[in-house]
């Protein structure tokens, strides 16, 4: 079954260096996301983009955050410098269709430690 | 506004049935459920569109009250299995992202 892959699964970083967190979605599908969870409390959603731009982003995906799709398959999330309440796992996913009626497949996600 | 789930947390004896409360403050147009174990991603169990309707796969089912912004889901003769954080996801209409709820942990003990 086609899964979505994340990498790395652990970023250890200094506050104050940027990261780039990467992502291969499901093939087939065209809708992608950002949630970031701390400490396994609430998932919290950061950004959705489609058609190689940004759907909706959340208060928490400030100027520090950027999303790109570099070429047909990568999606990246970069937070250009860190911060300590930056530290938490980081998951993408992705959607066949609108979120309205297609389920969010998600990767194994990135755990982002910030020191 | 985060959905607010009920209850925080609850314990089963393997058999035993658990209802999970979801319920939002703006009006939806689907909810979908998941369920995530300790260090893993969430995984999906099913959506709820607009509409009232129950759906349900096996032992696990769910209903959608649209009226009163509110979903539940239904874990019946409960197992080993079925443990770990539950969160329901609303969708309010921007068709672009997906609120996750507070989350129930479920444990299910022998």
């Known amino acids: 079954e086609p899964e979505v892959t994340q990498t790395p699964s652990h970023q250890v970083t200094q506050m104050g260096q940027e990261v780039i967190l990467r992502c291969v979605p499901i093939?087939?599908?065209?809708?992608f996301y950002w949630y970031r969870q701390i400490l396994g409390q609430k998932v919290e959603f950061l950004v959705s983009?489609?058609?190689?731009?940004?759907?909706?982003k959340s208060e928490i995906f400030d100027d520090q955050f950027s999303v790109e799709r570099p070429d047909g398959s990568n999606f990246t999330l970069k937070i250009r410098s860190t911060k300590l309440e930056d530290s938490a796992m980081y998951f993408c996913?992705?959607?066949?269709?609108?979120?309205?009626?297609?389920?969010?497949?998600f990767g194994n996600g990135t755990r982002l430690t910030v020191t | 506004q985060q959905p607010v789930q009920s209850p925080q947390a609850v314990i089963l004896r393997e058999g035993e049935d658990a209802v999970i409360n979801c319920s939002s403050s703006?009006?939806?147009?689907?909810v979908h459920w998941y369920r995530q174990k300790h260090g893993e991603a969430p995984v999906f169990l099913m959506i709820?569109?607009?509409?009232?309707e129950q759906k349900g796969h096996e032992k696990i089912s769910a209903s959608f009250n649209e009226k009163k912004q509110q979903s539940s889901l239904y874990l019946t003769a409960s197992q080993l299995s079925y443990s770990g954080t539950y969160f329901c996801?609303?969708?309010?209409?921007?068709?672009?992202?997906?609120?996750f709820g507070t989350g129930t942990r479920l444990q299910v003990t022998l």
């Open positions: 996913a992705s959607s066949e269709l609108i979120v309205y009626n297609s389920p969010l497949h």
């Open positions: 093939s087939n599908h065209l809708y």
């Open positions: 983009f489609y058609n190689n731009e940004i759907s909706e």
């Open positions: 703006k009006a939806l147009y689907s």
């Open positions: 709820l569109l607009k509409g009232g």
């Open positions: 996801g609303t969708e309010t209409g921007t068709a672009s992202k997906l609120t």
